[in-house]
T-cell receptor, first 112, second 110 residues
Framework: EPEVTQTPSHQVTQMGQEVILRCVPI?????FYWYRQILGQKVEFLVS????????KSEIFDDQFSVERPDGSNFTLKIRSTKLEDSAMYFC??????????FGPGTRLTVT | RKEVEQDPGPFNVPEGATVAFNCTYS??????FFWYRQDCRKEPKLLMS???SGNEDGRFTAQLNRASQYISLLIRDSKLSDSATYLC???????????FGSGTRLQVQP
């Protein structure tokens, strides 16, 4: 069964550094998403991406964040200057259309 | 008022029991509804979509009451492997974003 994959599984970075989280969505899916989950809290939407552009974003997704689909398979989330409060689990998801979304295993980001 | 409200639990039930989870949502513009399950420190996994007519998948039954803005999930014949957090998730009309509840934790005991 096709799955969303994410790398790395765990990323440790220092405050102020840039990080890039990588995702490979399911191959025939057209919509891609990033969500995050701070430890002990609920899953929160960050951004959705369709047809090579951002289709929707939340208030969390400020100028420090960007997304890119650099080739036909990868989908990346970049955080330019990490803050302590960016520490969370980041989940990539994809869907054929805009509804049933399938999540990857996540990248645990720890900012020190 | 929270957008999606769930009883956090935990629900501790013996194997074989029937357990029901409820969820209420505040935005009447919500269009699509889902139940996901999440194991500790893992990703949310889609359990089932919830349709207006109600739907069943094996031991799992989901119901939607749009008038009361209420969704339920019933699990029959609980297994140890059903132990997880169950997330009520909604999607508003015209939006891609999923809005998650905080989840209800289920612990099935032998």
């Amino acid at each position: 069964e096709p799955e969303v994959t994410q790398t790395p599984s765990h990323q440790v970075t220092q405050m102020g550094q840039e990080v890039i989280l990588r995702c490979v969505p399911i191959s025939n899916h057209l919509y891609f998403y990033w969500y995050r989950q701070i430890l002990g809290q609920k899953v929160e939407f960050l951004v959705s991406f369709y047809n090579n552009e951002i289709s929707e974003k939340s208030e969390i997704f400020d100028d420090q964040f960007s997304v890119e689909r650099p080739d036909g398979s990868n989908f990346t989330l970049k955080i330019r200057s990490t803050k302590l409060e960016d520490s969370a689990m980041y989940f990539c998801a994809s869907s054929v259309e805009g509804n049933e979304q399938y999540f990857g295993p996540g990248t645990r980001l720890t900012v020190t | 008022r929270k957008e999606v409200e769930q009883d956090p639990g935990p629900f501790n039930v013996p194997e074989g029991a029937t357990v029901a989870f409820n969820c209420t949502y505040s935005n009447s513009a919500s269009q699509s509804f889902f139940w996901y399950r999440q194991d500790c420190r893992k990703e949310p996994k889609l359990l089932m979509s919830v349709y207006s007519s109600g739907n069943e998948d094996g031991r799992f039954t989901a119901q939607l009451n749009r008038a009361s803005q209420y969704i339920s999930l019933l699990i029959r014949d609980s297994k140890l492997s059903d132990s997880a957090t169950y997330l009520c998730v909604i999607q508003e009309t015209g939006r891609r974003a999923l809005t998650f509840g905080s989840g209800t934790r289920l612990q099935v005991q032998p």
